[in-house]
């Protein structure tokens, strides 16, 4: 049995984490775990993890893919 993992987030920089009803966005390399650079409402994953994923240097449309 083999298992393919597609990670959501960039393991890179700049990652999304969600804390209670809302995403928030982290960059615990440079600034540490505990400064949030961004926050959206549960609603709108999409959103922060489209942000998350420019801010890496990626495409939007890889993200996109993982989720077809």
Same mark, same amino acid.
């Given at each position: 049995?083999?298992?393919?993992?597609?990670? *959501?987030?960039?393991?890179?920089? &700049?990652?999304?984490?969600?804390?209670?009803?809302?995403?928030?966005?982290?960059?615990? #390399?440079?600034?540490?775990? +505990?400064?949030? *650079?961004?926050?959206?409402? #549960?609603? #709108?994953?999409? !959103?922060? &993890?489209?942000?998350?994923?420019?801010?890496?240097? #990626?495409?939007? !449309?890889?993200? *996109?893919? +993982? &989720?077809?």
């Amino acid at each position: 049995m083999s298992a393919n993992v597609i990670p *959501l987030v960039p393991r890179s920089g &700049f990652t999304v984490r969600r804390v209670g009803e809302r995403w928030e966005l982290v960059n615990s #390399r440079h600034y540490g775990r +505990a400064v949030v *650079l961004n926050a959206w409402p #549960r609603d #709108r994953h999409t !959103e922060a &993890f489209a942000h998350c994923y420019r801010l890496n240097g #990626r495409k939007v !449309e890889d993200l *996109l893919a +993982a &989720f077809r």
